[in-house]
């Protein structure tokens, strides 16, 4: 597609529950990161995959959370027994190769609202 | 670690001229990339400076100063469309992800 593509973009659950987020990066962009925004806050890092090479989890908030990549293109971000400080606008980006400085391209995000 | 510092609001007149500061402190300097973000939007890409100077972009302006840790965006000509969130980023240390300030409020008036 033209763009990153994420759904859903809304999601509402119960505390408890697991939520399964959906990110289609740009095409032959090889970096795919994941982040996260609290209302009226900063973007906070999650997890990082280049290529064929293994994920930079080290954001990975707890072990509730996790990602996977298929074949070098969609990602989807995976949240096991959402607590209520999971809600949050969870954004995907993607760039070309993943160097220094390189642009991120973002993804209009999920807004996840855990109840 | 790593912190950036930036103001968490700005106001400012349309057709004025805003410049939205930016600190760093990190190790191992690679470049201070710049984003805007509207209100329920993505954040989209303005800049990203890895040498001192100023870089031009039509009405944006992005300057560095790595001897003082220091980037502004300057916003020329300022239109209500402005109004947005600006954030300072900088690559992670030791990692490949882009490490985030928390964001400056820009509000453009009348």
């Known amino acids: 597609g033209a763009g990153v593509s994420q759904s859903p973009s809304n999601k509402v659950t119960e505390k408890g529950k697991d939520v399964e987020l959906r990110c289609d990066p740009i095409?032959?962009?090889?970096?795919l990161y994941w982040y996260r925004q609290s209302l009226g806050q900063g973007l906070e890092f999650l997890i990082y995959f280049q290529g064929n090479s293994a994920p930079d989890k080290s954001g990975l908030p707890s072990d509730r959370f996790s990602a996977e990549r298929t074949g070098g293109s969609v990602s989807t971000l995976t949240i096991q027994r959402t607590q209520q400080e999971d809600s949050a606008v969870y954004l995907c980006a993607s760039s070309a190769a993943g160097g220094l400085g390189e642009k991120l391209f973002f993804g209009s995000g999920t807004q996840l609202s855990v109840l | 670690g790593q912190s950036l510092e930036q103001p968490s609001e700005v106001t400012a007149v349309e057709g004025a001229i805003v410049q939205i500061n930016c600190t760093y402190q990190?190790?191992?300097?690679?470049?201070l990339s710049w984003y805007q973000q509207h209100d329920g939007g993505a954040p989209t890409f303005l800049s990203y400076?890895?040498?001192?100077g100023l870089e031009e972009t039509g009405r944006f302006s992005s300057f560095l100063s790595r001897s003082d840790s220091y980037g502004y965006l300057l916003l020329q000509e300022l239109q209500m469309k402005d109004s947005a969130s600006y954030f300072c980023a900088v690559p992670q240390t030791g990692a490949n992800n882009l490490f985030f300030g928390t964001g400056t409020r820009l509000t453009v008036i009348p």
């Open positions: 400076n890895a040498l001192d």
């Open positions: 095409s032959g962009h090889t970096a």
């Open positions: 990190t190790s191992g300097f690679y470049g």
